[in-house]
């Protein structure tokens, strides 16, 4: 694999999406911009180098230009942003367009090192075709206002596996990898990254710790990883999974306090890969998180084509797997208005070809009754 980055860059990369906020836990409050220096000093002082926001990460850009670009020479870190077509952030092609230079404004950095499509997916891609967003962005390369490009992706590996063989000249994939999503079937963290590798892709981790669920993960899964180290904080036992695997160039954090910031950094600065003892503990530690009472919906979507009112069946399943299996009813909630791309499970007219078409043997309608009194 080539490695875009320098052998003295930490794998660790700050993820810039949930920067600290004056307000505290409102995630919508202001960015603390003192914390953020803090962080950004800690991290670079450490050997990180990676910084990574969106045009879509509100106040992201801004904070980064005061916490990072006013205050260090451009060339001792590399940061990456992300144009975002999709229907929500970009109404035209000249709105999408128009994100790049936006982006360069907001931060003031003069070029950016690495430049994403950003969340690509079945329904995103033909925006980005048709927009023309491709060639757009190999011509800013060009003109060498970015120096890397590539995308972040969020679906099935036949399609990334289809983008990649259009798109042999993308340098790096973004992929969510975690050791709870690595056998999903909705996520396939482990496909998409096998994908990658066949490709010779470097691939950047994004939701190493599955937004933050990883770090109080269930009883029986704390009880795993204590019994193996006992003085291990278990994002640690997550970040190092993803960071473990040969084929990824940096695994992004999303941390939002210096204390997060001197976690990651105690086993981040001077890395070592999971030994084969460790990794006997994660795959323990996947056999326990299958074990929790989890709707045991294999994603194979028998039950979608056949349902008269366009319900995407295994999506809300997925999302009530986070409710029960890390009792996160507001992740649950939050990623139940967006994830499932549909009618809700309350649109259900019960008509029964689910049942019959479920391979599982799942009682769906049951199941969607417990969704819809939970979630909605």
């Known amino acids: 694999m ?6 003295d860059c930490l794998k660790l990369g700050f993820g810039l ?6 307000t505290g836990g409102n ?12 962080m950004v000093d800690d991290f670079i002082a450490a050997g990180g180098r990676y910084f990574d926001t969106a ?12 916490a990072l670009v006013s205050r260090y020479p451009r060339e001792s870190y590399f940061l990456a942003t992300k144009l975002n077509a999709g229907a929500w952030a970009a109404k035209t092609e000249e709105d999408a367009k128009a994100e790049f230079q936006k982006s360069l404004q907001r931060t003031g950095a003069g070029y950016f090192d690495f430049y994403l499509l950003h ?68 996520v396939m963290s482990r496909e998409n990254y096998e994908v990658c590798v066949k490709h010779d892709v470097p691939v950047v981790v994004m939701e190493p710790v599955k937004g933050g669920m990883l770090a109080e993960p269930p009883a029986k899964v704390a009880e795993l990883f204590k ?7 278990f994002p640690s036992w997550a970040i190092r ?14 941390m939002s306090s210096p204390e997060q910031m001197a976690g990651n950094l105690s086993y981040m600065k001077d890395f070592k890969p999971l030994s084969p003892e460790e990794n006997a503990t994660i795959e323990k530690v996947r056999e326990a998180l299958q074990s929790i009472d989890s709707i045991g919906c294999t994603g194979c979507h028998y039950c979608s084509p056949g349902c008269p009112v366009g319900m ?32 809700k499970a309350s649109s259900c007219i019960q008509c029964g070809q689910c049942e019959d078409a479920c391979p599982q043997h799942l009682q769906i309608i049951s199941l969607l009754e417990e969704a819809s009194q939970k979630l909605e």
């Open 119 to 186: 969340s690509i997916d079945a329904v995103k891609l033909p925006r980005y075709d048709s927009f023309g967003i491709w060639d757009y962005v190999k011509g800013l390369q060009q003109q060498g206002l970015i120096r890397h490009w590539g995308f972040s992706f969020h679906s099935k590996p036949d399609l990334l596996d289809r983008i990649l063989t259009e798109h042999p000249d993308t340098e790096f994939v973004q992929l969510q990898i975690n050791y709870a999503d690595w056998e999903d079937t909705g």
């Open 17 to 22: 999406m949930r920067l600290p906020r004056t």
């Open 227 to 233: 019994a193996a180290a006992p003085e291990a904080s």
């Open 312 to 343: 995407h069946i295994p999506e809300i399943f997925s999302v009530m797997n986070i409710y029960r299996m890390y009792g996160d009813m507001e992740r649950a909630r939050a990623d139940y208005s967006w994830r499932p791309g549909g009618p």
């Open 241 to 254: 999974f993803a960071a473990s695997l040969p084929q990824v160039m940096v695994v992004l954090s999303g």
């Open 27 to 38: 995630a919508t409050g202001p960015i603390d911009i003192e914390k953020t220096k803090k």
């Open 2 to 7: 080539k490695n875009l980055l320098p052998d």
């Open 55 to 66: 045009y879509v990460y509100e106040g992201s850009e801004e904070a980064i230009r005061e």
